[in-house]
């Protein structure tokens, strides 16, 4: 996901041109454009740097079955 900082500043921005409703709603939809992308290629957010391992290994093995066509 893009950097909360950035994506912050850029919502900003776009209340300061114009419309603060019409900046919610373009900032919600960037997010959710890239929650679906990686939601659909089994991309995983590292938020925090104490994540485990064995979710990330977790993770990719479900990709690498879903890209080699397994329904396992």
């Known amino acids: 996901m893009p950097d909360k900082g950035k994506l ?3 919502g900003l ?3 300061k041109r114009g419309c603060h409703r019409k900046a919610t ?3 919600a939809r960037k ?3 890239v929650m679906h992308a990686m939601w659909r ?3 995983v957010y590292v938020g925090d ?3 485990r391992e064995a979710d990330v290994a977790a993770r990719a093995a479900v990709k ?3 890209l080699l ?3 396992a």
Request: glycine share 8%; net charge positive.
């Open 13 to 15: 921005t776009l209340a």
């Open 69 to 71: 066509g397994a329904h």
């Open 31 to 33: 997010m959710a454009v």
């Open 41 to 43: 290629d089994g991309a």
């Open 8 to 10: 912050k500043s850029w």
């Open 64 to 66: 690498n079955r879903k």
């Open 25 to 27: 709603v373009a900032v």
């Open 49 to 51: 740097a104490a994540a």
